[in-house]
């Protein structure tokens, strides 16, 4: 069967619950022990070259960059291990490891495994819920489990409890929005590709605007065929040497306005929410099951 993102956060999960980590940050070489692949950090490889894996006698071995941060490094052995797990081959040298505009589905799934192993549910989710809402708590919590902010950003998103988003966008264009539950059972959808919509405050930052408190702006700017209304907050961060842009979105009362309709005379209700479950359509969500029929 092919690997869908579904499939592959099992697999991390799966894998996860075998090696079962309980310190933080996680020690990665247990992960590697458990395929019993041996971790070999390289002094010659390119600045856009993370890592790769290969097999030699029977046993896995797994190169990173050497000149890479000691956390670059970590995402690259979780990403490797992907690929072992997977039973992906590797897709890279199409673009430099960092870059989402034109990355192959395999890697992206790579990726998403390796939060998994990097930010384990377990252990990230009493620390993520715990925070404060800002992206210098994400950073907070990515330099505690070692891990990127991006990473560790969309990691959040999906674990915490409150209705929030998290946004990275290349050249000016989402290219990965992780919601939490509270989003998604709402259809807060951030479409791929999107251009970041004008009048949000990323689109200010990423032209040079300082980002020292988070702006209120209309949802309905940022998700597709919103008609609940309501003000987001917007954090964000332009990151120029790579034109990525992280945006942290959320409802700053903690809650998603209602649905509304129009009845017969014209006046309009809230409406109850469906209890519905939605299709696992981050790469990193909590797990739901696809296909569950929704209950009426
Ligand atoms: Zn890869």
Same mark, same amino acid.
């Given at each position: 069967?092919?690997?869908?993102e579904?499939?592959? *956060?099992?697999k991390?999960r799966?894998?996860v619950r075998k090696?079962?980590p309980?310190?933080?940050? *996680? ?5 590697a022990?458990?395929l019993g692949? *041996?971790?070999?950090?390289q002094t010659?490889?390119?600045? %856009? ?5 290969f097999k ?7 190169c990173?960059?050497a000149? /890479?941060k000691?956390e670059r490094?970590?995402?690259t052995?979780?990403h490797?291990? &992907?690929?072992i797990?997977l039973?992906? #081959?590797?897709?890279h040298g199409?673009? #430099? ?7 192959p589905l395999?890697?992206?799934l790579c990726?998403v495994?390796a939060a998994?192993?990097?930010?384990p549910?377990d252990l990230f989710?009493p620390?993520?819920?715990k925070s404060?809402?800002?992206l210098? &708590? ?8 070692q891990?990127?902010a991006t990473a560790?950003?969309?990691r959040?998103?999906a674990? *915490?409890s409150t ?6 966008s ?6 990965y929005?992780s $919601?939490?539950n509270?989003?998604k %059972?709402a259809y ?5 590709r ?10 200010k930052v990423r032209?040079?605007a300082?980002?020292?408190s988070p702006e209120?702006v209309?949802?309905?700017i ?5 008609e $609940?209304?309501g003000i987001?907050?917007e954090?964000?961060r332009?990151l120029?040497?790579? %034109?990525?842009?992280?945006?942290l979105l ?5 809650e998603v306005?209602?649905q509304?309709? $129009?009845d /017969?005379?014209?006046e309009?209700h809230?409406?109850? /929410?469906d209890?519905n %479950? ?7 969500g909590?797990?739901r099951?696809?296909g569950?029929?929704r209950?009426?």
């Amino acid at each position: 069967m092919a690997i869908d993102e579904f499939r592959a *956060v099992l697999k991390a999960r799966e894998f996860v619950r075998k090696v079962n980590p309980a310190t933080i940050p *996680v020690p990665i070489e247990m992960y590697a022990r458990e395929l019993g692949a *041996v971790i070999r950090p390289q002094t010659d490889l390119g600045p %856009d070259e993370a890592g790769y894996c290969f097999k030699n006698n029977g046993k896995h071995f797994i190169c990173t960059n050497a000149n /890479d941060k000691p956390e670059r490094q970590r995402f690259t052995v979780c990403h490797e291990i &992907a690929h072992i797990v997977l039973g992906l #081959p590797s897709q890279h040298g199409a673009s #430099p490891w960092w870059s989402y505009a034109k990355k192959p589905l395999a890697e992206i799934l790579c990726d998403v495994f390796a939060a998994e192993l990097l930010l384990p549910y377990d252990l990230f989710q009493p620390q993520a819920e715990k925070s404060s809402i800002s992206l210098a &708590a994400i950073d907070d919590l990515a330099e505690r489990f070692q891990a990127s902010a991006t990473a560790t950003g969309s990691r959040y998103a999906a674990v *915490v409890s409150t209705p929030l988003a998290f946004v990275l966008s290349e050249q000016g264009k989402v290219r990965y929005a992780s $919601r939490s539950n509270q989003l998604k %059972d709402a259809y807060a959808w951030i479409p791929p590709r999107l251009d970041l919509p004008d009048g949000c405050f990323s689109k200010k930052v990423r032209s040079g605007a300082a980002c020292d408190s988070p702006e209120e702006v209309d949802a309905g700017i940022w998700f597709s065929d919103w008609e $609940r209304g309501g003000i987001l907050l917007e954090e964000a961060r332009h990151l120029a040497p790579w %034109d990525q842009t992280l945006t942290l979105l959320w409802f700053e009362d903690g809650e998603v306005p209602p649905q509304k309709f $129009r009845d /017969d005379r014209g006046e309009i209700h809230e409406k109850e /929410d469906d209890d519905n %479950d939605g299709l696992l359509q981050e790469l990193d969500g909590k797990l739901r099951w696809p296909g569950k029929r929704r209950r009426r």
